[in-house]
């Protein structure tokens, strides 16, 4: 393509320089840039340093003839128009000549009249091709790019199902979940209402005992569910500021003692660092008070559970909640964050509503923290949490 703004920029080679030179002239008279040269050789060197627009060259010529010279520049410069200069004996030459890159020829003698539109020809040649040359490129791009979409939209099709799915599910679930103690509330209601009442005081005891336990139940599960929603919806409010980490401990410890009791563990508190962590207080102790009291329900019995801390990557501090429970196989880990899995342990005798982990590990990434867990079976678990720790420091 003719550079925009610019005379085209010819470069003329002819043995002969009177002629050579003559050439020149007149096509700079046309408001031609013209540059002249003798060889071959020396043409295909300047080629090599220097950007033309159109190669005019003599077919017959000592060393590098006008042949060999269109088929090397061709190499240099693919968008190189070339036209050759014979005489009248040798046309032959010159369409063997097109058939290996040039343009055009010219017979010898020629008449300014005639070179002009021949180079007019070529030059608008080599500009279409060099734009064809851009719109195959932008239609290759737009190509990628339209594949890429494709590929994004397909990904993003796929990703609405599995949420899609995944949605199902936990509607199921939770329908089945919220049914149960529901059920069982209505039941020993319906059964109180009725005839078959219990009639000693121990009986009713036991009843409204049932009636509460499915209640709590019900009411843990329901603001289990509530939580989790807020942080899919991103509504949960979180407040991240400096917190004492000792302090964070130290509560959880007194809200821990009486379940521990109950069960018969015992808690093991090593020295707490007294740091500073950036996080939310409230949640960071409803995410420690989970971890201890699954550690604590599903711990064998007399069993242990530590609640210690350790300083990892600089600016980090991991809290451990290791205990000596039943553990968790390799295949229960990879399900151990999903939503009303309750990993095989429905039947046992310890209530859950199989949320508490999902809720957990939503809870902590939205506290900017990490949480992850090792475990063994019939050896134990131990869950961490990973904070960034702040540089405030408590007196």
């Known amino acids: 393509m003719t550079r925009?703004?610019?005379?085209?920029?010819?470069?003329?080679?002819?043995?002969?320089a009177v002629h050579m030179r003559a050439l020149c002239d007149i096509l700079r008279h046309h408001e031609y840039t013209t540059t002249g040269l003798v060889s071959g050789e020396a043409a295909l060197k300047l080629l090599q340093a220097e950007q033309f627009d159109l190669l005019l060259s003599d077919l017959m010529m000592p060393g590098i003839d006008g042949i060999a010279l269109v088929q090397a520049a061709s190499k240099i410069d693919s968008n190189l128009a070339c036209i050759i200069m014979t005489g009248e004996g040798s046309i032959t030459s010159a369409v063997q000549a097109m058939k290996v890159g040039a343009h055009d020829y010219i017979v010898k003698p020629f008449k300014v009249s005639v070179i002009l539109p021949v180079l007019a020809r070529a030059l608008e040649t080599r500009r279409l091709r060099m734009e064809n040359i851009v719109l195959e490129q932008r239609q290759l791009a737009h190509a990628a790019e339209l594949k890429q979409l494709n590929g994004e939209l397909e990904l993003a099709k796929k990703e609405a199902e599995r949420a899609n799915h995944e949605k199902s599910n936990f509607l199921s679930h939770m329908s089945h979940e919220l049914r149960t103690p529901l059920n069982a509330i209505l039941g020993f209601a319906q059964i109180l209402q009725?005839?078959?009442?219990?009639?000693?005081?121990?009986?009713?005891?036991?009843?409204?005992?049932?009636?509460?336990?499915?209640?709590?139940?019900?009411?843990?599960?329901?603001?289990?569910?509530?939580?989790?929603?807020?942080?899919?919806?991103?509504?949960?409010?979180?407040?991240?500021?400096?917190?004492?980490?000792?302090?964070?401990?130290?509560?959880?410890?007194?809200?821990?003692?009486?379940?521990?009791?109950k069960y018969g563990i015992s808690m093991f508190y090593p020295e707490y660092m007294d740091v500073c962590v950036f996080s939310d207080e409230t949640r960071l102790k409803q995410v420690l008070i989970n971890l201890l009291s699954n550690a604590i329900k599903y711990n064998h019995k007399n069993g242990t559970v530590t609640l210690d801390c350790q300083l990892t990557d600089v600016g980090r501090i991991r809290v451990f909640v290791i205990d000596t429970g039943i553990g968790l196989s390799s295949e229960q880990l990879k399900l151990i964050f999903q939503p009303f899995n309750r990993l095989g342990r429905e039947k046992s005798k310890e209530e859950g509503t199989g949320i508490g982990l999902a809720l957990t590990k939503k809870i902590v990434e939205t506290i900017r923290a990490e949480i992850g867990v090792v475990s063994r079976l019939n050896i134990g678990s131990t869950f961490w949490i990973e904070l960034p720790v702040h540089p405030v420091v408590f007196q």
């Open 4 to 16: 925009t703004g610019k005379a085209p920029n010819i470069l003329i080679v002819d043995d002969e």
């Open 194 to 261: 009725s005839g078959s009442a219990p009639t000693t005081s121990e009986e009713k005891k036991k009843f409204a005992k049932n009636i509460e336990d499915a209640g709590k139940h019900l009411l843990t599960l329901i603001n289990e569910v509530l939580d989790l929603a807020q942080i899919e919806s991103g509504t949960i409010s979180v407040s991240l500021e400096p917190v004492s980490l000792a302090a964070v401990l130290e509560e959880c410890r007194t809200m821990i003692a009486p379940i521990a009791q």
